[in-house]
């Protein structure tokens, strides 16, 4: 009976849902806070102290709005895919070693499973916004599985060289076995899950999906008050998911000299946190075509030669 | 200045002996700045001289005015003086008011495509041979036979 | 017709777009004509300046177009002034080039910031717009108001520069003269504004020319005309600046010259500041001009500007006509459209309008079945995808 | 990636951004802002009236000048373009630099001085 207590909280509380909805809330508002002072603004401010609490106030207000569903649009769709958009980020989550041991147990090949998971998060996206019979958010669905089409491949690989180099497909294991992170020793593999990450993300310079329609947000067109709230949470959690696995597989978890695991994790996830917004900050945005052709003539080859360069070393160590 | 008002003249005088029966008026008012008026008929003539002669092919715009017995055109021409654009050349026409056309010339200067449209929405001047007159600033609803800036048209109440 | 403000990108320049139609005729896919259907705002100013008296046509003449007022004022003041054969005191004169040149390097700024939001560059657009505060505070400092000046009365100026306040104008335009320096460099050297900008909206000079394109449009296009040049009034021929012209023919090229020409616009305040003669800023006049006509034309920040005025001896203009650099820029637009493929028209608008309304409706007319057909721009945004990925496969 | 320096460089500085209402920024000399009327300087001869391009000057009947009217400024039709100030003969107006006319009634905007 305690187990089944123990493994409750761990699911539901600490390094579980609410751990994870929470660290969100303030890499959102770390990403926001940053962004603008970069430009030289100050960002959200009079929400909790420094404007902390702004991210979660906007979750509030949104769950608070009127919630429809456009006539034409595909009832049964339009209403599952927010909560899917919702729970896939959080289940991948759940094999990130944040306290040094994942929420669920680990096991060989948890890294393909969170990978599969962050493509249904895709499908997702494309069913969202192609079920809710708008123009506008159809142009955006199209736009999500071109670019996805792009960043997937250079992502997997890069992943998976880091994976080869560790010797295993287990977050933990690969978290655990580096001595000295993997971002040193592969840069290339680094550089190209940061910029996939950043496409993932659907940050600029990648936001084609919701900023080619221009004025309106593309596949998220459609959707108001509570199932936006969950699209926004979403796309915090794919921050974290994302911040998390770069931390794990590229900067060796939560390894580090006198600190718990869990306070080196989350400083280099802040880090990982910060070069995005740094990204994002300095790029403008590339059209479409410019960034499926530019991931398959630059990133696939360079992460395959990350690849090539790992295999060596592996055989001549 | 000299030099400036010297080419003035001398545009003035090209005028005078190509077009000197037709012109009914021609002075030079100061640095830039030539005014000839001449009948509807010959219009073309004169932008044709001038687009071959001067190499005139900036059109400024055309200003329609309602002189309540006709409608008074002006063709605002820029010709190449020290640059490109300097001198302008301003050819005046009369049309009468009860069938007010004039032959387009969108041919000549393609600049003026817009022009003519405006002229043409708010005061009523049909330009023949213009390729698409439509209507270019009233909308859609606008009644056919009201052009605001006739002197005649009062606004209406709402 | 009335003054459009600013398009961030391409040669027309309006900054809150205009309801505009794009009527395309098309040969099967390319486009063969374009006519644009305009005037979804206009306000009927020259009937306006009818009703009007003299003195106050200047304060509807000024509210044309939110940005580039000043040449309004400027342009109408110096018509009037014809008609009065009057000639404005040199100290006005050259508060009236420093008074335009401060609403072009505004003018500027505020576009290229512009430029960088149309293209989701949102950093370049807070840092250009931050340091356009400064241009408004010298306004403000010298007129009272920071945008919309009203400096120009007929027969002079309105507001003097006192010597404290040249001080301060002097270090305002050192510190945006440094930025703008800067700005042009991450204009040059950043990638991705390249790779939105370049050869993008392609106008060539002969087309420039003939098409009666002006101000940075034309300059893009490598042609050398400038109102300023052209047409040196109030004294801007005592001046020495250079006309800046990029043969590029593109969008980078326009945005390449609006940045060179705040560069200039700032030296050519420096030099005002430092040859300002002395003497009265305002010439006593009646109220009524004596009959006549006169046409008056300056440089926009967009462009050549005209006004032409008539008056009959009453109280009342009996003609105004402005005629504005945007819709002289538009047939170049409709060029620019011309023989590229209906997938190309969503770059290319995009380019050119790029905060353009949903409203955008299209009418399309195919000329060999006669069929028309209206879409609105996401439809031919989805149809422009489905057309690109078949020619890839 | 050319703004990369920039933006690190302002990562550490003070944003630009001025904290209104708690901050308020002090407008120019010149600046154009509500009215201030003096009714014993006015004669009442309506110039103003009728020189005001936005027509925001009515004409009111008032004991207390020569002209026995005096001027009421609407200032929600008003520009702020200091016409009236420098038509005035007797310097009765005076734009001042109090610039914040929100309001919650039309009435609160006309300026009625006595």
Redo the contacts between chains.
């Keep these: 009976m305690m187990n089944v207590l123990y493994y409750l909280f761990r699911v539901l509380i600490y390094p579980g849902f609410l751990f994870i909805s929470a660290l969100a809330f303030v890499f959102e508002w770390i990403d926001r806070k940053a962004h603008a002072h970069f430009q030289n603004r100050i960002g959200p401010l009079y929400a909790g102290p420094h404007g902390f609490l702004q991210p979660l106030a906007d979750f509030i207000k949104l769950m608070a709005k009127e919630d429809f569903t456009p006539t034409w649009a595909n009832p049964v769709f339009f209403n599952i895919t927010p909560v899917l958009a919702a729970t896939l980020p959080v289940f991948a989550s759940f094999y990130i070693p944040f306290t040094g041991m994942p929420v669920l147990p680990p096991f060989e090949g948890d890294l393909v499973l969170v990978l599969t998971l962050t493509t249904f998060f895709t499908i997702t996206a494309f069913l969202a916004g192609w079920f809710s019979s708008n123009r506008f958010s159809s142009v955006g669905a199209i736009r999500v599985v071109l670019q996805f089409l792009g960043y997937e491949i250079p992502m997997f690989i890069s992943l998976g060289s880091a994976a080869i180099a560790a010797g295993s497909l287990s977050i933990t294991k690969i978290a655990n076995s580096q001595v000295i992170p993997f971002a040193i020793l592969q840069p290339l593999g680094f550089a190209i899950y940061i910029i996939a990450l950043q496409a993932e993300l659907e940050k600029i310079p990648f936001d084609i999906p919701e900023a080619e329609s221009e004025i309106v947000a593309g596949w998220l067109t459609e959707f108001a008050g509570r199932k936006l709230a969950f699209f926004r949470l979403s796309e915090d959690l794919r921050l974290v998911l994302g911040a998390g696995l770069a931390t794990a597989v590229f900067l060796g978890g939560g390894s580090g000299a006198i600190f718990p695991p869990i306070v080196w994790f989350l400083i280099k996830m802040v880090i990982v946190v910060l070069i995005a917004t740094s990204l994002r900050t300095v790029f403008a945005r590339l059209k479409i075509d410019q960034v499926v052709r530019g991931a398959w003539k630059y990133l696939l080859p360079l992460a395959l030669l990350q690849l090539l360069i790992t295999k060596i070393l592996l055989v001549v160590m | 200045m000299s030099k400036s008002t010297s080419k003035e003249e001398f545009i003035a005088h090209e005028l005078k002996s190509n077009f000197g029966d037709v012109i009914s008026e021609l002075k030079v008012t100061g640095p830039r700045r030539v005014y000839v008026t001449v009948p509807p008929e010959s219009l073309r003539d004169i932008l044709l001289f001038l687009k071959n002669m001067f190499n005139a092919r900036h059109i400024v715009t055309i200003t329609g005015i309602d002189m309540m017995k006709s409608f008074e055109l002006i063709y605002h021409i820029a010709v190449p003086g020290e640059h490109i654009r300097s001198i302008l050349v301003n050819v005046k026409t009369h049309i009468p008011r009860d069938n007010p056309t004039m032959p387009s010339v969108v041919d000549i200067l393609p600049g003026a495509t817009l022009y003519e449209r405006e002229v043409h929405d708010l005061l009523g001047i049909v330009f023949e041979g213009h390729p698409n007159l439509e209507r270019l600033i009233l909308p859609d609803d606008w009644p056919e036979d009201e052009f605001p800036l006739r002197k005649d048209w009062k606004p209406k109440e709402v | 017709?009335m003054s459009i403000y600013r398009i961030p990108v391409g040669p027309q320049h309006p900054a809150i777009k205009e309801g505009f139609q794009w009527n395309f005729k098309l040969d099967g896919e390319v486009i063969v004509d374009v006519?644009?259907?305009?005037?979804f705002v206009?306000r009927?100013i020259?009937?306006g300046m009818e009703l009007?008296s003299w003195?106050?046509g200047?304060?509807?003449a000024e509210?044309i177009c939110g940005i580039c007022n000043t040449p309004h004022t400027t342009c109408y003041c110096l018509a009037v002034e014809?008609l009065y054969d009057v000639e404005v005191p040199k100290r006005a004169q050259y508060l009236r080039i420093i008074i335009n040149e401060l609403n072009r390097i505004h003018s500027h700024l505020l576009w290229i910031g512009v430029l960088?939001m149309e293209?989701?560059?949102?950093?370049?657009f807070?840092?250009v717009w931050?340091d356009r505060e400064r241009v408004m505070?010298i306004v403000?400092?010298?007129?009272?108001?920071r945008v919309?000046m009203?400096m120009n009365m007929i027969g002079g100026v309105?507001?003097d520069i006192t010597p404290p306040m040249e001080g301060i104008i002097r270090r305002g335009l050192d510190y945006l003269e440094e930025r703008t320096k800067?700005y042009k460099?991450?204009l040059l050297?950043?990638?991705?504004?390249r790779?939105?900008t370049e050869n993008v909206g392609v106008l060539s000079k002969s087309d420039a020319?003939?098409?009666?394109a002006v101000g940075p449009t034309l300059r893009g296009s490598d042609?050398?005309?400038?109102?300023r040049?052209?047409?040196p009034y109030s004294s801007y021929d005592e001046i020495s600046f250079n006309l800046v012209t990029y043969p590029y023919c593109d969008v980078y090229a326009r945005a390449l010259v609006r940045a060179d020409e705040t560069l200039e616009s700032i030296q050519i305040i420096r030099e005002c500041l430092d040859k300002m003669p002395s003497g009265p800023i305002k010439v006593r006049l009646k109220r009524t001009p004596p009959p006549g006509e006169a046409?008056a034309?300056v440089e926009a920040p967009r462009g050549?500007l005209?006004h032409?005025v008539?008056s009959d001896g009453k109280e009342k203009p009996?003609?105004v006509?402005m005629?504005t650099p945007t819709?002289?820029n538009?047939?170049a637009t409709c060029e620019m459209l011309k023989g590229y493929y209906i997938a190309d028209i969503p770059?290319i608008i995009?380019s050119i309008d790029?905060?353009?309304?949903?409203t955008e409706r299209m009418l399309f007319i195919d000329i060999n079945s006669g069929k028309s057909w209206v879409w609105?721009d996401?439809?031919l945004?989805?149809y422009s995808?489905k057309y690109?990925r078949e020619r890839r496969k | 990636m050319a703004m990369l320096r920039e933006i690190w460089r302002h990562f550490f500085k003070k944003p630009v951004t001025v904290k209104y209402p708690f901050e308020k920024l002090e407008p120019a000399e010149r600046y154009r802002g509500r009215h201030e009327f003096y009714i014993d300087r006015c004669v009442g001869c309506g110039l103003c009236a009728k020189e005001c391009p936005a027509l925001a000057i009515e004409m009111v009947p008032s004991d207390k000048t020569v002209g026995g009217k005096k001027p009421v400024f609407y200032l929600d039709r008003c520009i702020f373009c200091q016409q009236c100030e420098r038509i005035c003969p007797r310097n009765a107006i005076k734009l001042t630099k109090f610039y914040e006319l929100a309001a919650y009634d039309k009435s609160e905007l006309v300026l009625d001085i006595s």
């Design positions: 017709m006519t644009p259907r305009l005037g206009h009927g020259e009937k009007r003195v106050q200047i304060y509807l509210r014809q960088g293209i989701g560059f949102m950093t370049y807070m840092y931050r505070d403000e400092l010298i007129t009272g108001n919309t009203s309105v507001y800067y460099e991450v050297n950043e990638p991705t504004i790779a939105r020319i003939d098409l009666c042609v050398k005309s400038d109102a040049f052209d047409e046409v034309r050549e005209l032409y008539k009996y003609r006509k005629r819709l002289a538009i047939p770059a995009a790029p905060c353009y309304c949903c609105t996401s439809e945004r989805r995808l690109y």
